[in-house]
């Protein structure tokens, strides 16, 4: 291989690198969940969320190919698998308009419940319960999720069960340091598309806090 030609070949390796360290960014600059920072030290965050709307899946089977399954449920649903039906008066007929495209969201949820994970989106704030389109497939449910409060841990890197065990630990740590009650198994948000570089990534931990009795 010529000089000139290791220059150029090695100059297309250099624009494929940085377009895809930045294009992971950019995927992730999407719509994500409303919550207010009452803590914060070092990369974790006590986090006061707001009401929202989830559309989510239940999946058995292992963590990974747990979430790759739930993932491509809900994304079909956002991604059109859904209709609309309204009515447009008393003596009228029910018109029906079909795929209507949902904005995609970050983060990414997954969440260990009993013998099966949940894996939600996060809806856009510009719909209601009643707005957003009826999923086609059944396995795919909305729901409205009161305001919560969760201590929160983030990470970079790759979302590898060793990675999740580890800040896992450390966040049930914290918690317990600073006597605080928390409730349900962890639950992991994960805001970038697969081809992020790893030290671009977010990558959470979340424990959900118990409710302070007034």
């Known amino acids: 291989m010529t000089r000139i030609r290791k220059i150029i070949v090695g100059s297309v390796i250099v624009l494929i690198t940085i377009g895809l360290a ?11 969940p409303d919550y207010v920072v009452t803590l914060s ?23 990974k190919e747990a979430i790759r399954k739930g993932f491509r449920l809900v994304a079909d649903y956002i991604f059109g698998n859904n209709a609309i039906s309204t009515k447009i008066a008393m003596t009228a007929p029910v018109e029906q308009r079909e795929s209507q495209k949902i904005a995609m969201t970050a983060p990414v949820q997954q969440q260990l419940d009993g013998q099966s994970w949940e894996i939600s989106f996060v809806m856009p704030k510009e719909y ?28 970079s890197g790759r979302n590898t069960d060793s990675n999740i065990e580890q800040y ?22 994960f805001y970038n598309p697969p081809w992020t570089l790893p030290f671009l990534r977010r990558n959470e931990v979340m424990l959900e806090l118990t409710p302070q009795l007034d």
């Open 41 to 63: 030290k070092n990369n974790i965050e006590i986090r006061e969320y707001k009401p929202m709307i989830t559309a989510s899946v239940r999946v058995s089977g292992e963590r």
């Open 168 to 189: 896992t630990t450390r966040l049930e740590k914290f918690a317990f340091d600073n006597s605080l009650q928390t409730t349900g198994s962890p639950k992991y948000a």
């Open 22 to 32: 930045s294009w992971g960014p950019i995927m992730s600059n999407v719509e994500k």
């Open 128 to 155: 209601s319960i009643n707005t957003l389109p009826t999923p086609k497939n059944s396995e795919v449910t909305l729901a409205e999720i009161a305001s919560k409060q969760f201590v929160v841990i983030k990470f």
